[in-house]
């Protein structure tokens, strides 16, 4: 009978180890995030509060908007030169609240149509849970993805919300940006 080494048998076990060690480490580690690109907001007066807290909160480098007070999906059929130039990947929209009764769902679909012409996908704010407005139907009938209607608290004015901060923390957990 040969005799056995314990070397051999410490080796294979060592191994062994050293195999699971290194696929734990190789397989087990978190993915990082992958870059998000440019990302653009447009939008009526949701936009012009949301920009500010985007840009301040957002782990992205590259990240323009614009908000008008009054802004109705009209304004927007025709994107603005700067959004075309600037090429984003995801282009957040904010409008519906300030929709005249003559509002379609036509010029909704105009803007995505616009935005995914540019390359864009269309991520649509939905207005504040405690907003009562019509445009909700028309929003989901777009068929793009949406950022739920947020609970934050409003306002005196019923409208706005207090606080920005909070909502563009549910911005970017639905549009996919992790914060370090």
Do not use: C
Request: aromatic share 8%.
């Amino acid at each position: 009978m040969p005799r056995r080494s314990p070397w051999k048998k410490a080796i294979a076990v060592g191994s062994v180890a050293l195999t699971g060690l290194g696929a734990l480490f190789l397989f087990g580690r978190k993915k990082e995030p992958e870059p998000i690109g440019r990302v653009a907001l447009i939008g009526d007066s949701y936009a012009v509060g949301l920009g500010p807290a985007l840009k301040g909160g957002l782990v992205l480098k590259e990240f323009m908007y614009e908000g008008h007070i009054g802004a109705s999906t009209s304004r927007y059929r025709t994107l603005p030169i700067w959004l075309i130039e600037y090429k984003p990947r995801i282009v957040l929209v904010s409008l519906g609240v300030n929709e005249a009764d003559s509002s379609t769902l036509a010029n909704y679909q105009s803007i995505v149509r616009a935005l995914h012409g540019i390359g864009a996908r269309v991520v649509w704010i939905e207005p504040p849970a405690a907003v009562q407005t019509a445009s909700r139907a028309m929003i989901a009938a777009l068929g793009v993805q949406t950022v739920p209607a947020t609970t934050t608290p409003l306002a005196a004015d019923g409208l706005h919300p207090r606080n920005y901060r909070e909502w563009a923390g549910e911005i970017e957990k639905t549009i996919g940006v992790v914060r370090s």
